[in-house]
């Protein structure tokens, strides 16, 4: 939804414990004046696939915060996060179905949005980089493989704490990054929206010659497209805003 200025809101549900796509959203946007962006919040402190963790994602605590987003007359609620990948992509097409209908908002997901990059840019192999336990990044692998993508080389960092994600420099996310360009995937994916993924990716994507699609960044660009707003406005954070504008 636009204002009388003609400005267009865009909403994001964040996890309560996230501190990075925040600042990083905004940095995206800081060139486009006629955007702003809102968030609202629900409890999300641990990764696992522990009963306590995947009660987290419920989805009434995520349909009471997309309330409060339409509250503010956003044109778009987009969930910034990443569960659908050890929970199912069937997750987050439920969510935002759930959104819509009790909103009367398009909604969408990182990760879904994704998942149709992936689609529109021909990719089948790719390298995942995540701050994940074992169990969870064996769980995106399998559902990605369900779903047709070739998982050709991962790395995590064995965490589950979702606050601690954003204590990792962007020098760690690179390296992990590196560790993955030798297998020569379509794309690398830097997944999580707690990782300080998306500022690294123009220059990593220029050194590696493999397109990098950070989770923070795709969530950004499908919520551009949702409502209207075309996203190659978007400069200097990678080729999925260049070459899916």
């Known amino acids: 939804m636009s204002d009388a200025a003609g400005v267009r ?3 994001m549900l964040t996890p309560s414990s996230n501190t990075v796509l925040e600042p990083v959203t905004g940095a995206m946007l800081a060139g486009l004046p006629d955007v702003t962006v809102h968030f609202a919040r629900f409890r999300v402190t641990e990764i696992s696939l522990g009963q306590g963790a995947l009660r987290q994602f419920e989805t009434g605590p995520m349909l009471a915060a997309a309330e409060l987003l339409a509250d503010a007359r956003v044109a778009g609620i987009c969930w910034n996060g990443t569960s659908a990948g050890w929970l199912g992509f069937e ?3 439920r ?3 759930a959104i819509s209908e009790r909103t009367g908002i398009p909604a969408c997901s990182s990760v879904l949005a994704l998942n149709e990059i992936f689609q529109r840019t021909g990719v089948r192999r790719f390298g995942l980089v995540t701050p994940y336990l074992p169990e969870i990044q064996q769980a995106i692998v399998a559902n990605y493989a369900a779903a047709g993508f070739e998982c050709v080389a991962e790395r ?3 965490d589950r704490d979702n606050f601690a994600f954003s ?3 962007e020098g760690v996310i690179a390296a992990l990054c590196r560790e993955v360009a030798p297998a020569r995937p379509d794309a690398i994916t830097i997944f999580c929206t707690n990782l300080r993924g998306a500022p690294v990716v123009a220059s990593l994507e220029e050194e590696l010659g493999i397109p990098i699609y950070d989770t923070v960044a795709t969530a950004v660009w499908k919520s551009l497209a949702l409502t209207g ?3 190659k406005r978007v400069q200097g954070w990678g ?6 504008g």
């Open 91 to 93: 997750s987050d097409e």
């Open 9 to 11: 809101r865009l909403g």
């Open 156 to 158: 995590h960092l064995l």
């Open 239 to 244: 080729r999925l805003f260049a070459d899916l």
């Open 95 to 97: 969510l935002c179905a």
């Open 167 to 169: 204590e990792y420099g």
């Open 229 to 231: 707003v075309a996203p």
